[in-house]
DNA sequence: AGATAAAACTAATAAGTGTTAGTTTTACTA
DNA sequence: TAGTAAAACTAACACTTATTAGTTTTATCT
């Protein structure tokens, strides 16, 4: 009966994915059915298939958005010149950025990924070690050049990434805290510690 | 065919427990039939309700041995004297000690608690978060004591959490970096920051 | 208005789900 | 060895799943 609204810039397949990331996230990918979908956006579950190709594209089409994103942005810093600890401030920052503006794509990446078929698995996986190896030269550059304390680079890499991906908890205090002010304290947290 | 055998101090609820665990953390929750968990243990999917209740108890048994645990020693910290450096080290090393002697448990509830059913999911999440706000008052003594900087104590929290999660990770890397090491450069990184 | 293409619908399929009932095997005790 | 309880088995149930085929409605353009 309703038709399927098609967003401002996007096609009715973007609708549609982003239907789908909003429940992925809510529910789980796999607890999520594609009558429950079709439901939310008022049609019939066969009618989705009228603009999508299965349920398991709609989740790759959601993970690889996210990686694009990431590694886009990571190769702009990449290029760039100046001291670590901005670029680092730069990565913490488009982290944020992408969990406010992008929650529920960069949250079903994180969390389901592992729902994804071969190849499209593998590939997710390169990419995302690949971005990791990137932050880890960065690190290694800014040890080299005493701007950073000697610590293992790896170490350093994984609690700067897990730290950022723990701000998906935002969401539930939103309303109370301001943005700026946890990003600062964050950013201020990770680079110089929280110790006087 | 073949018989569950029960753990050296377990009875064969625990193993097939155990087994759910680590089944549950591969594929995720809704993704493991029962009869693949069956198969894992190399009996019949029907065989198991001999011993245990239903799929979604096993998923409740799991988050709740993680949850009391948790809350058990973050108890025994309270009622320490000493300096809040001090209580927050060992709340993380703690951490720590249980994503490397029980990953399986461990990652399952911080992954899957979303499939818990009610009661049980409004129960875990309030236990969640007595546990949060408890830690968020250890900081705060710490920053009224002029002993760590003045940062968003929520924040501060948030990131320590965040990280020490992050060391779900480190399975993948385990082999060639030593723990102690790993353990004693995330707290320096978390406690003393990175920047000199 | 008539034709065409897009996108909705209904109905059905084959496969897989957790779980139960009833039966048979296994292991231990008297 | 006979009896008993635990724990395995087979078979089936009722439901849900993603997806397809075929049909009808809707919107658009000439």
């Known amino acids: 009966m309703a ?10 397949k973007d609708a549609i994915i982003q239907k789908a990331a909003t429940l992925f996230r809510e529910k789980g990918f796999v607890a999520s059915s594609m ?9 019939e579950a066969s009618s989705l298939y009228n603009h999508i190709g299965s349920k398991s594209e709609l989740l790759q089409s959601i993970c690889y958005k996210i990686a694009n994103d990431f590694t886009i942005h990571l ?13 680092l401030e730069q990565i ?14 960069l949250f079903v990446a994180n969390h389901e990924w592992k729902q994804l078929q071969e190849p499209y698995l593998s590939n997710f996986l390169n990419q995302r070690k690949s971005y990791e190896s990137k932050l880890v030269a960065i690190v290694k550059t800014g040890i080299e050049c005493k701007e950073i304390k000697k610590i293992n680079p790896h170490v ?4 700067l990434l897990s730290a950022v991906r723990g701000l ?29």
Request: aromatic content about 6%.
């Open 3 to 12: 038709k399927i609204i098609a967003s401002k810039n996007g096609t009715k």
């Open 35 to 43: 009558r429950e979908l079709a439901d939310k956006i008022g049609v």
């Open 75 to 87: 190769n702009e810093v990449e290029t760039q010149k100046g001291r670590t600890a901005e670029k």
């Open 92 to 105: 913490i920052r488009f982290h944020i950025h992408m969990m406010l503006h992008h929650y529920d794509e």
């Open 156 to 159: 350093v890499v994984l609690t």
């Open 168 to 196: 998906e908890f935002w969401q539930r205090h939103k309303k109370n805290m301001d943005t700026k002010d946890i990003e600062s304290d964050m950013v201020q947290h990770l680079l110089n510690g929280i110790i006087k």
